[in-house]
């Protein structure tokens, strides 16, 4: 188990304690309070969804362009960005650190892909790590690297409010259709303490044959929430569950200047607590409810120890996401 903060920074803490106490207090109040108020959130977005007619796929393949695993000659970095590609079309969901990073540009150079013949983009969530880095983050607005050659005006699929550069900027208010057959749960919300207000976006589709495939970001809102949303759109069974589950443990990935900073602002919880071995128990059992064929996991926001006890615990196949990799569903 490590340190989420390099005791380095402990005297700093102690020195700032008159200040930072009171700032933390402030934090929480507004915290508990996103928190009922995301209750609300989901149980309206829940209480008002009905089946949504998902088109039967013939066949649905995601090539994985940022991961924090990658393929040998690849680049791994700790965001996410897949295309999804089905007998209907494509769709690229999520774009890691965008033009901060040389990792989707390389890796897609490397597969000899261009992003022409995309539909659409969606965007799991407003963070950094997802919607093209920090300066996308600040401004809300999503950015991806020059040069990929994704055609201008295409929709951006988002979940909360937020423009995109080049793209035809769309809020998916809740479940629908969006291009390639496939679909999004629309979005599911979660207070997180530092990182505030949090609308999340999962997609879903309907495979002929085998059932639903659901693929997360980080999956913040929760794993069972997400799940229990896609029961609702269908009565198909769930035959893969991919992405992003939130589970640094034991450690946080793309760690800076000893602060690990996935333990700290990602979680749902108040820094003082951290995300135990109980709150995996809980999504590995929700696993098990549904009992997925596949589970690709994404090693972006999830440490070794907790992939290993889902690779362990879940009663499926089970695969880590590698970027350069094409999965075939
Ligand atoms: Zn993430
Ligand atoms: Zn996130």
Not at 241 to 264: D, E, K, S, W, Y
Request: hydrophobic share 40%.
């Amino acid at each position: 188990m490590s340190f989420r903060l390099s005791p380095l920074w402990w005297p700093v803490l102690a020195a700032a304690s008159p200040v930072l106490v009171p700032l933390l207090a402030a934090r929480n109040r507004r915290f508990q309070a996103n928190r009922a108020r995301a209750d609300r959130f989901n149980r309206e977005k829940l209480d008002s969804a009905g089946p949504l007619d998902l088109p039967e796929l013939e066949s649905l393949s995601l090539t994985v362009l940022a991961e924090e695993a990658a393929e040998e000659g690849f680049l791994g970095e700790s965001g996410v960005s897949y295309l999804f590609r089905t007998d209907r079309g494509a769709l690229l969901f999520d774009v890691s650190y965008g033009p901060e990073s040389r990792c989707l540009a390389h890796n897609l150079g490397r597969l000899g892909l261009s992003l022409g013949d995309i539909d659409a983009l969606a965007v799991s969530h407003l963070h950094l790590d997802h919607m093209g880095g920090l300066k996308a983050s600040r401004a809300r607005a999503v950015q991806l690297p020059e040069g990929l050659g994704l055609p201008q005006g295409r929709p951006c699929f988002l979940p909360d409010e937020a423009s995109s550069e080049g793209c035809r900027a769309e809020v998916v208010e809740g479940p629908r259709l969006l291009v390639a057959g496939m679909g999004s749960t629309g979005p599911l919300a979660r207070s997180l303490f530092f990182l505030g207000w949090c609308q999340e976006q999962a997609l879903v589709a309907r495979l002929r044959g085998r059932g639903l495939a659901v693929f997360t970001g980080c999956g913040h809102p929760g794993l069972e929430l997400i799940l229990d949303m896609v029961g609702r759109l269908s009565g198909e069974p769930i035959y893969a569950v991919g992405g992003g589950l939130h589970f640094p443990i034991t450690r946080g990935r793309g760690n800076r200047a000893g602060i690990q900073f996935q333990m700290i602002l990602g979680t749902g919880k108040p820094p003082w607590q951290r995300i135990t071995d109980r709150d995996l128990d809980r999504t590995i059992a929700a696993l098990n409810r549904v009992k997925p064929k596949r589970v690709l996991l994404s090693a972006h926001d999830t440490c070794d120890h907790a992939l290993a006890r889902l690779a362990g615990e879940v009663e499926a196949e089970t695969e880590v996401l590698r970027a350069g990799a094409t999965y075939r569903l």
